[in-house]
């Protein structure tokens, strides 16, 4: 039966108050926070402050040294204020990018076939590489693995060799987490050796869709949550390694850190307020187009310890070193949070840049000009990723051709064999 629009309808009408004050009641709170936010840097040194956060383990956000030269916690983006239209943005976007290759990557996935008699998944990951050249060069490619029942399914008992085993539909996501980070990790390797060979001119930059924190992976068992950590320290190491920047991509974030920090400092003022997401704070005291918070030490959980690995012989361990910022591009008032390694602030960078990580961050707010507020390469990668229902029916269709064609018994499960047909 299609969607009760008259029930859902009454249902928002009676829940009305309710949700309007969810909405509205944290005002008078986010003014307070908007106001401690501005008087952070009269507070004291980074050192300072990092010593009264010293005794908590994950107090949320650290300052970093360049927190010394600032008067404010936001860096306003000065060329936005001559901007009349999208044209200008564009034109100032395509300026900054020439020549500077961007590379995203992005994933999906086809769930287990439960209609069938035996569990396959397929997950894909595509990427996608802008060169920013005067004539358009744009690289593009998508990798699939097929996933069989060993993949998908999960033992019953205590033990991983109990007969008994049944389908797993979160280690399909599992799965797909670590093509894409290997998927992504080949093309940082070929980037640095065209970087290397000077084919490419200007420092690439790879963008991740989604966090570098993996604070998502926590509730999940210990041996699965470790390998979404070592799958995005892969990813870090690979940067690191050949110094190749890396920027996870987090759009419109809930993060608290900002928050969580403030209130540490200023318990007195905020331990027995609730904590509200940094952007809900941080969106009033930033201009329209392309502010920027200071960057800040991320230490928001354990996920942010567990991440460390080794790569081409090394050691690397980042539980000091991810950091964050926020930013604000249009529509809407949400924020995006841009987390990347702490080396980004050390290395040197090619122009006017003071470093490797303000010449990241112009060019991902380039290109997140011409996507009209999201960066236009994950927008790439993301179409090219997708796996529809279309993909999903076309992928039951080929395996059941696949086992008549070569006399594999697979079968249609009576309840999903029924479906089909009264769907036909």
Same mark, same amino acid.
């Given at each position: 039966?299609?969607?009760?629009?008259?029930?859902?309808?009454?249902?928002?009408?009676?829940?009305?108050?309710?949700?309007?004050?969810?909405?509205?009641?944290?005002?008078?709170?986010?003014?307070?926070?908007?106001?401690?936010?501005?008087?952070?840097?009269?507070?004291?040194?980074?050192?300072?402050?990092?010593?009264?956060?010293?005794?908590?383990?994950?107090?949320?956000?650290?300052?970093?040294?360049?927190?010394?030269?600032?008067?404010?916690?936001?860096?306003?983006?000065?060329?936005?204020?001559?901007?009349?239209?999208?044209?200008?943005?564009?034109?100032?976007?395509?300026?900054?990018?020439?020549?500077?290759?961007?590379?995203?990557?992005?994933?999906?996935?086809?769930?287990?076939?439960?209609?069938?008699?035996?569990?396959?998944?397929?997950?894909?990951?595509?990427?996608?590489?802008?060169?920013?050249?005067?004539?358009?060069?744009?690289?593009?490619?998508?990798?699939?693995?097929?996933?069989?029942?060993?993949?998908?399914?999960?033992?019953?008992?205590?033990?991983?060799?109990?007969?008994? @085993?049944?389908?797993? $539909?979160?280690?399909? !996501?599992?799965? #797909?987490?670590?093509?894409? %980070?290997? *998927? +992504?990790?080949?093309?940082?390797?070929?980037?640095?050796?065209?970087?290397?060979?000077?084919?490419?001119?200007?420092?690439?930059?790879?963008?991740?869709?989604?966090?570098?924190?993996?604070?998502?992976?926590?509730?999940?068992?210990?041996?699965?949550?470790?390998?979404?950590?070592?799958?995005?320290?892969?990813?870090?190491?690979?940067?690191?390694?050949?110094?190749?920047?890396?920027?996870?991509?987090?759009?419109?974030?809930?993060?608290?850190?900002?928050?969580?920090?403030? @209130?540490?400092?200023? $318990?007195?003022?905020? !331990?027995?307020? #609730?904590?509200?997401?940094? %952007?809900? *704070? +941080?969106?009033?005291?930033?201009?329209?187009?392309?502010?920027?918070?200071?960057?800040?030490?991320?230490?928001?959980?354990?996920?942010?310890?567990?991440?460390?690995?080794?790569?081409?012989?090394?050691?690397?361990?980042?539980?000091?070193?991810?950091?964050?910022?926020?930013?604000?591009?249009?529509?809407?008032?949400?924020?995006?949070?841009?987390?990347?390694?702490?080396?980004?602030?050390?290395?040197?960078?090619?122009?006017?840049?003071?470093?490797?990580?303000?010449?990241?961050?112009?060019?991902?707010?380039?290109?997140? !000009?011409?996507? #009209?507020?999201?960066?236009?390469?994950?927008?790439?990668?993301?179409?090219?990723?997708?796996?529809?229902?279309?993909?999903?029916?076309?992928?039951?269709?080929?395996?059941?051709?696949?086992?008549?064609?070569?006399?594999?018994?697979?079968?249609?499960?009576?309840?999903?064999?029924?479906?089909?047909?009264?769907?036909?």
């Amino acid at each position: 039966m299609p969607l009760d629009k008259a029930s859902v309808a009454a249902a928002l009408d009676a829940n009305i108050e309710t949700i309007r004050t969810y909405l509205e009641d944290d005002d008078d709170l986010v003014e307070r926070y908007r106001a401690a936010f501005r008087d952070l840097p009269e507070r004291g040194s980074a050192a300072d402050l990092r010593d009264e956060l010293s005794s908590f383990s994950y107090p949320g956000a650290m300052p970093i040294e360049s927190f010394d030269q600032c008067d404010s916690i936001i860096n306003h983006h000065h060329p936005s204020d001559e901007w009349k239209s999208h044209e200008a943005v564009n034109r100032w976007a395509r300026d900054l990018l020439m020549d500077v290759p961007m590379l995203a990557a992005d994933g999906s996935e086809i769930p287990p076939t439960t209609q069938f008699n035996v569990p396959l998944a397929y997950v894909q990951a595509a990427w996608c590489l802008n060169h920013h050249a005067p004539e358009g060069e744009l690289e593009r490619a998508r990798e699939g693995r097929l996933l069989g029942p060993m993949d998908v399914t999960r033992a019953g008992g205590q033990n991983d060799d109990d007969e008994y @085993r049944f389908v797993d $539909n979160s280690l399909v !996501g599992l799965h #797909r987490y670590e093509h894409e %980070a290997k *998927v +992504l990790i080949n093309q940082i390797e070929e980037l640095a050796t065209a970087y290397e060979l000077g084919d490419v001119d200007r420092p690439p930059i790879v963008l991740y869709d989604g966090p570098l924190v993996v604070s998502f992976a926590n509730p999940r068992r210990p041996a699965v949550r470790n390998r979404y950590l070592e799958a995005v320290s892969q990813i870090l190491a690979a940067s690191q390694h050949h110094e190749i920047p890396v920027v996870g991509y987090v759009a419109g974030t809930n993060a608290i850190e900002i928050v969580k920090m403030t @209130r540490l400092l200023l $318990n007195e003022e905020f !331990g027995s307020n #609730r904590i509200i997401p940094d %952007a809900r *704070v +941080l969106t009033g005291m930033m201009s329209p187009w392309g502010d920027t918070t200071i960057p800040f030490l991320c230490r928001r959980d354990g996920s942010v310890d567990g991440l460390k690995t080794s790569y081409k012989g090394r050691e690397y361990e980042f539980g000091e070193e991810i950091h964050f910022t926020y930013m604000k591009v249009p529509p809407g008032t949400g924020l995006d949070r841009l987390e990347f390694p702490g080396w980004l602030l050390e290395a040197s960078a090619p122009g006017n840049y003071d470093d490797l990580y303000e010449y990241t961050l112009a060019m991902i707010r380039a290109e997140a !000009g011409i996507g #009209r507020g999201y960066p236009e390469v994950l927008q790439q990668a993301d179409t090219d990723a997708v796996l529809d229902q279309q993909d999903r029916q076309q992928f039951l269709r080929l395996l059941q051709k696949w086992g008549e064609e070569n006399n594999v018994p697979i079968e249609w499960d009576a309840k999903a064999l029924s479906k089909e047909l009264r769907r036909r």
